[in-house]
């Protein structure tokens, strides 16, 4: 068996696009996010789904159409995002992935949140004061990590004869 890409275990691009539509649609509402994103672009729903799927192995569509990595850092830069807003961010996107019913293995939402943990805490690194982009910074590429990818069953053992 071929092991999948993150981006294939999720559906793909339709299932990011949902997710992160759903989680935009929710957020001003929320007292902490809500004026974080007031002048959100209505298409930033489809540029995080974008920015997600290449990371997760889909489409370089993120670096192809928007600026790749560096392009992504630019868009934090002195935000001055918060621990609090960034534990915020993590909780309504992983009510909004559980609510959409999205794959809940194990083995895959950890390797979810592991990228979920890691580039929201960049994030608010790059938004603080003094931040600095990296032009030729690679895009971040997420797999299965520790995890060792899907669940497969092992065959039991035959007895000994």
């Not at 830069?77 to 918060?82: A, C, D, I, K, P």
């Not at 609090?84 to 950890?110: G, H, K, V």
């Not at 929201?120 to 004061?129: C, G, H, K, M, Y």
């Amino acid at each position: 068996m071929t092991v999948p890409t993150l981006y294939e275990w999720i559906g793909g691009f339709d299932a990011l696009l949902r997710l992160t539509t759903e989680f935009y649609r929710r957020v001003p509402a929320d007292d902490l996010l809500g004026p974080v994103f007031a002048g959100m672009d209505r298409n930033h729903p489809e540029h995080v789904a974008m920015f997600i799927a290449e990371v997760i192995g889909g489409p370089k569509l993120y670096s192809e159409q928007r600026g790749g990595h560096p392009a992504m850092v630019r868009h934090h830069l002195e935000r001055h995002l918060t621990e609090p807003m960034r534990r915020r961010w993590i909780n309504i996107l992983l009510d909004t992935y559980t609510d959409l019913e999205l794959p809940a293995d194990p083995e895959f939402t950890s390797a979810l949140v592991g990228y979920l943990e890691w580039g929201t805490r960049l994030a608010v690194v790059n938004s603080q004061p003094g931040a600095k982009v990296y032009e030729h910074a690679p895009m971040p590429t997420w797999g299965w990590g520790e995890t060792g990818g899907p669940y497969i069953p092992k065959k039991p053992k035959s007895p000994a004869a």
